[in-house]
């Protein structure tokens, strides 16, 4: 049975379906039997690297094309824990990656098929578990280094392509910006995260769903919904993403005077949320949340906010204790005081509606609750980066007072 994997062809995937329906019932875990077939994997691996010639590599490659897929047959009839399972899996693609990755730096730039037919089949191995699997591939696995060098050329290409389509449909500079950050990570040989094979299967999700969009839809009043529609539909939850929806709500909510009419665009919000098709099984960042779930709750926490005149009269004459840091920063300071238990007797909502009651930061005379949750729930990299600046400072000052 072949199909379309996660890196190209799946010629084992019949082996891997019934044995997941069935495991259940049994009772009898062979962990013995576990552990000698994964150091039989890692024996492989360390062959590869044992100066053995090509003909060599690719004689044991194929026995293990052979016997891997019925040894995972047989050993998921054994377990009876999700975890185990889980573990199991997940050893096997590591272990299938470090092989490709062996095999790549040792044959690369050689001549001839062998070396092309080496990879091959450790990358159909890999398919194999990856697409019979794909639940377990969001464990930080990483991408093989020939698809990622290969794949990289690709998108270069799908990076200008849809670059030139969002600026020629004359979408908001700032949502471009946040669109294509998915593939300019991928493409980017300086971006420091590791790429892994959930992010590379979830890029060709994102890009194949937006190569279908269509900006002159009658629906929609502007093209920037048509994109961000499809943006939510294809579970595109970073937090700039989710701090560009809930500033252009809150933007379109000043346009009325009165709270029950800010409630009534929430309502209508949440309807229209709840009527879009999430494509199942993706998601850009699988440490966080759905993002129509983030913004579904956004929605109902600004309508509690309206709901409470008193909290409303109180923001609004507050004065504002300034800070000399953007929000996102900020955000992140009170989640990682929050995190390690400085506080003490308030939970998370407490934390945060403290400091959006009480701070406002360099670039806004009011935190918006919104903006300032989102940034809380789900930290950035630039946050991260700039208070890691401030705190080295201070963390110098207290070593210069020690001395």
């Not at 009839?77 to 399972?85: C, H, I, Q």
């Not at 199942?280 to 409470?308: C, Q």
């Not at 406002?360 to 950035?380: L, V």
């Amino acid at each position: 049975m072949v199909g379309e994997g996660v890196f190209g062809p799946c010629p084992h995937r019949s082996f891997f379906i019934k044995p997941i329906e069935k495991r259940r019932s049994v009772r009898n875990v062979n962990l013995f039997t576990m552990k000698y077939e994964l150091q039989a994997l890692e024996n492989l691996v360390n062959d590869v690297t044992a100066g053995l010639s090509t003909p060599e590599i690719l004689k044991l490659i194929l026995a293990e094309e052979e016997r891997l897929p019925k040894a995972i047959t047989e050993n998921i009839f054994l377990l009876n824990s999700d975890y185990l399972v889980r573990q199991y899996i997940c050893w096997h693609l590591d272990g299938l990656v470090k092989l490709a990755d062996k095999i790549y730096w040792k044959t690369h730039g050689a001549t001839g098929q062998e070396p092309k037919k080496t990879l091959v089949v450790v990358l159909n191995l890999l398919d194999t578990l990856g697409r019979s699997f794909p639940e377990y591939l969001d464990n930080n696995i990483p991408l093989p280094r020939v698809v990622l060098d290969r794949e990289r050329k690709v998108y270069t290409d799908e990076l200008t392509t849809l670059k030139q389509v969002l600026v020629k449909n004359k979408i908001n500079p700032k949502l471009v910006e946040i669109t294509l950050i998915p593939l300019e990570n991928f493409v980017s040989k300086r971006h420091h995260r590791l790429v892994t094979c959930s992010g590379y299967h979830y890029l060709k999700q994102y890009v194949r769903a937006l190569k279908g969009l269509d900006f002159k839809r009658t629906e929609y009043k502007v093209p920037d919904y048509v994109l961000t529609d499809k943006l939510i539909t294809v579970n595109y939850n970073s937090s700039r993403m989710l701090d560009y929806c809930t500033d252009v709500i809150g933007s379109y909510l000043k346009k009325y005077a009165t709270p029950a009419e800010k409630e009534k665009v929430l309502v209508t919000l949440k309807k229209i949320l709840n009527q879009l098709t999430i494509i199942s099984g993706v998601r850009y960042d699988h440490r966080f949340p759905a993002i129509r779930e983030e913004l579904t709750k956004w929605a109902d926490e600004e309508m509690t906010f309206l709901a409470n005149p008193a909290q409303r009269a109180g923001n609004a004459a507050k004065q504002f204790q300034k800070l000399r840091l953007p929000v996102e920063q900020i955000a992140y300071l009170a989640f990682l005081l929050n995190k390690h238990n400085v506080f003490i007797g308030i939970d998370r909502n407490g934390v945060i509606r403290h400091y959006v009651n009480t701070y406002a930061s360099k670039e806004t005379e009011q935190i918006s609750e919104g903006s300032f949750r989102n940034h809380f729930k789900q930290p950035t990299d630039r946050a991260a980066r700039g208070l890691r600046t401030l705190l080295r400072k201070i963390l110098a000052d207290i070593d210069e007072f020690l001395k």
